[in-house]
């Protein structure tokens, strides 16, 4: 859609101003306080509609990516008393756009950051459409227990009641919170916090979109007051094996969808077209029809690695269920869903195509 993006105006203007003008308060009062008490976050901006701009406040549609990270960070109010902030951009895209190379740029520069001694956290403000994947990849090659809370939005930054100032806000407030440290990647919107691994999209528009659908949320933040609930016990950040720093691509691996009268079709091109591995988002628990079943165990032999998870929202794929995972040469996911099924199994190929190893992974990831 091409829009001719407008100067914030109206709603927009008003509060971006507001914003603008208590962020300078804020930051002056809490520099004359003696504001180097005060933990210094780095804001990696991406894009996304919390980046959105429409015509008019009010406007169907918008172009995501439209304002940059000082825009983002001066619309927030109050947001100098909870931390320092500086800011950079590392993209600006729509994240259904996210690709292999921004996210190796992303996680080389998260971890340089990370690594610098002038940063405390980090907060990165990314698209809501593929959050899930990015969080959970950076989760795993992220060498540092510095916090790292990602945000996004689902409505543009121009909009009426704009959820992007908020977020912001409170995802700061987990950053700099006493218990963030060594959580890997934390996903905060709408007054929740989820981490990378259990956290989906499940609502095409509304705010309240991010759920961990089998755990619960990590907690709750309300107006920057930060609760935790339960650790997470997987594997990740410093503990993980995977690392960025010698890869300049990623192996193709691609989730093929199943479905009523599946044809083994689309696997096939896949093995034919490059794929080093293959996640089957399969009907109940990780199922497809005989023909596809064929076709992937085909790949399977020919040294194609094929991640069986599912196209339901809940739930667990199990081993050797209704398919016999140990015959057929097969992964089983568990509890990660086909977009994070394939994020780990491009950081597994980068290590092994051991099928044995690879479903050991999907046990400690
Ligand atoms: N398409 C947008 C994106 O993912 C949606 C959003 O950010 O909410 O960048």
Not at 165 to 188: D, E, F, L
């Amino acid at each position: 859609m091409s829009l001719a993006v407008a100067t914030p105006r109206t709603t927009q203007l008003a509060a971006l101003t507001l914003g603008l003008l208590a962020g300078l308060a804020t930051t002056s009062a809490a520099v004359a306080q003696g504001a180097t008490a005060l933990p210094r976050v780095r804001v990696l901006a991406t894009g996304g509609t919390i980046a959105g701009a429409q015509a008019s406040s009010t406007d169907y549609g918008y172009k995501s990516g439209a304002y940059d990270v000082n825009t983002l960070i001066n619309a927030v109010p109050n947001l100098g008393k909870l931390a320092q902030i500086s800011g950079e951009q590392v993209a600006n895209i729509g994240s259904q756009d996210m690709n292999d190379e921004v996210w190796l740029k992303l996680a080389k520069r998260l971890n340089a950051v990370l690594a610098s001694g002038d940063t405390d956290a980090v907060l990165i403000t990314h698209g809501t459409d593929t959050l899930e994947e990015t969080s959970y990849f950076l989760s795993l090659v992220t060498k540092s227990d510095k916090p790292v809370v990602m945000v996004g939005s689902m409505r543009p930054a121009t909009a009426t009641s704009a959820d992007g100032p908020a977020n912001i806000y409170n995802g700061v407030a987990v950053a700099v919170s006493p218990r963030a440290k060594g959580r890997g990647t934390i996903v905060a919107l709408n007054d929740e916090f989820h981490y990378a691994r259990n956290v989906v999209k499940t609502d095409t528009t509304s705010v309240q979109t991010f759920k961990s659908l089998n755990r619960g949320p990590a907690g709750v933040v309300h107006t920057g007051k930060v609760e935790w609930f339960q650790p997470m016990d997987r594997k990740l950040g410093p503990k993980s094996e995977f690392s960025v720093d010698k890869l300049d691509k990623l192996p193709r691996v691609d989730i093929i969808y199943a479905h009523a009268n599946m044809s083994p079709d689309l696997i096939d091109a896949a093995v034919r077209n490059g794929a080093k591995g293959i996640v089957i988002a399969g009907v109940g628990d990780g199922n497809m029809t005989t023909p596809a079943l064929e076709a992937a165990k085909k790949a399977a032999r020919a040294g194609v690695v094929v991640v069986r998870s599912t196209r339901l929202p809940m739930g667990l794929t199990l081993r050797n269920n209704e398919v016999n995972d140990d015959e057929l040469g097969f992964v089983a996911s568990g509890e990660l869903n086909p977009p994070k099924s394939r994020v780990l199994l491009q950081l597994a190929l980068t290590k092994t195509t051991d099928v044995k190893r690879i479903q050991a992974m999907f046990y400690e990831y």
